[in-house]
């Protein structure tokens, strides 16, 4: 879709970020938060959303290495916990009031942090992939937040713009064309090379 994204999937992206942020700080969100940031600057660099799509596949992986980690520190706290159980066959206090506390750490740190891991990676989806690549030609171009298209690859990709390819061009200064293009180069926007392009053509003309 080559539109920008509606009001309510800016905030859906914003939330995304806003509840990111805590994980990331603790050093839990890092490397993800490693891999959306480069694909996001990847896409910047390119305009190509597969590396969006890169970057949400690579951190899908690492949230799913994190939920077979907390499993597996469940699966043990409960094995070992049970096998406890059957040797001093006391359940009065509850299972995990019974076990020792290494297996009842182990249990319920496993458990919490499986449950934090799905739900990032729900948030990662819902939140933050999908108002994304429902509008993958426009943030590839223009970015994730901007409303309106980008003037510079507007005025690249446009085949009649004014500026160039217009038969309106006789109504323009051929300096003043020059001195917008110029003033383009210097901030960065367009390539030595567009630059001589454009001033071949309008000299051209």
């Not at 940031?37 to 949230?63: C, E, P, Q």
């Not at 040797?87 to 009842?104: A, H, K, P, T």
Request: aromatic share 14%; proline share 3%; charged share 20%.
């Amino acid at each position: 879709m080559d539109q920008p994204l509606s009001s309510s999937e800016t905030s859906k992206v914003l939330i995304f970020i806003l509840l990111f942020l805590p994980v990331v700080f603790f050093g839990v969100g890092a490397i993800p938060a490693l891999f959306i940031i480069f694909g996001l600057f990847m896409m910047k660099k390119s305009d190509d959303f597969s590396h969006m799509d890169t970057a949400i596949k690579n951190s899908r992986v690492y949230i799913l290495l994190v939920l077979t980690g907390c499993s597996l520190s469940i699966i043990y706290g409960l094995y070992f916990g049970y096998q406890e159980i059957k040797e001093i066959n006391d359940l009065q206090e509850g299972f995990l009031n019974s076990i020792d506390w290494r297996y009842r750490e182990s249990i319920v740190i496993g458990g919490y942090f499986f449950g934090i891991a799905l739900f990032y990676l729900w948030l990662l989806n819902s939140f933050f992939y999908k108002p994304l690549s429902a509008h993958r030609n426009w943030v590839e171009v223009n970015g994730v937040f901007p409303s309106k298209a980008s003037q510079v690859k507007s005025l690249k990709e446009a085949p009649d713009v004014d500026i160039i390819k217009n038969e309106k061009l006789k109504s323009y200064s051929v300096a003043d064309e020059l001195l917008k293009w110029s003033k383009l180069k210097e901030e960065g926007n367009i390539t030595e090379e567009d630059y001589q392009n454009a001033k071949k053509e309008l000299l051209g003309k």
